[in-house]
């Protein structure tokens, strides 16, 4: 039976952050509100140093917020326990990050079967699992190939498999075509763009890339820790 997953709402509201540099205290975010509604494909935009990574990383409840709410799905992780958030990502969540992050000593297969360990798939399920999320992503012929035996490109459709193989309600990327040229950029994003259709997850996207806004449903603005423009496109998806 083939479930549809509906894409998790995350609601932001009166975000601040403020890192602590040994004695001094870095504001970062300065009480940042938006919404980005179920299946969203969004684009978080700003110059380097705005905020956009610690956005992601609070939102994805890798670092706790100095104050304000986050709620994915109608749950408010900023209120999370360390445990509670772990649960919460595993089963929710799936990360894409500019330098992949996957684990050298393993084939593409098993870099992708190692998101489901920690869920409830049986180990049969769990390499048919990541078999088809591999197809899916364009690498049925490279499933056993480690990562130093791919090209950029591949690794990143890799780490897109990894992210999307558990089915989350919320996929979190962070410049996932930062490290590639730019044609190979484009093929990531229309990746991102086809599985945000098909598997209905939420997209949060932060990008330096003025394309990857073009095709995005909503393109959220930082500038110095705080939403200065957003806006909308109302695609048919």
């Known amino acids: 039976m083939e479930e549809k997953i509906v894409g998790g709402k995350i609601e932001v509201q009166d975000l601040k952050h403020t890192f602590r540099l040994g004695k001094l205290d870095v504001p970062v975010l300065h009480g940042v509100d938006f919404t980005i509604r179920p299946g969203d494909f969004t684009a978080l935009c700003g110059a380097s140093g705005s905020g956009k990574s610690t956005l992601l990383n609070l939102i994805g409840g890798l670092t706790k917020p100095t104050e304000g ?24 969540i799936g990360f894409v990050f500019q330098s992949y992050n996957l684990m050298p000593y393993l084939t593409a297969l098993e870099n992708v079967e190692l998101s ?11 390499r048919e699992m990541a078999m088809e999320m591999l197809e899916k992503v364009g690498l049925a012929d490279r499933m056993d190939h480690k990562p130093n035996e791919l090209s950029g490109g591949q690794q990143q459709r890799v780490s897109v498999a990894r992210a999307l193989v558990t089915k989350p309600k919320v996929v979190l990327a962070d410049e996932p075509t930062g490290n590639l040229d730019s044609q190979t950029g484009e093929e990531i994003l229309a990746l991102l763009s086809e599985l945000n259709r098909e598997q209905k997850s939420s997209f949060l996207i932060v990008t330096h890339d003025p394309r990857i806004a073009e095709v995005c449903d909503h393109t959220i603005f ?13 695609h048919a998806h």
């Open 69 to 92: 709410l986050i709620r994915i799905d109608g749950q408010e992780i900023s209120a999370m326990n360390e445990n509670e958030l772990c649960l919460f990502r595993r089963e929710n």
């Open 222 to 234: 930082l500038e110095d820790g705080l939403v200065v423009n957003q806006w909308r496109e109302h």
């Open 116 to 126: 489901l360990i920690f869920g409830e798939v049986k180990e049969e399920g769990r």
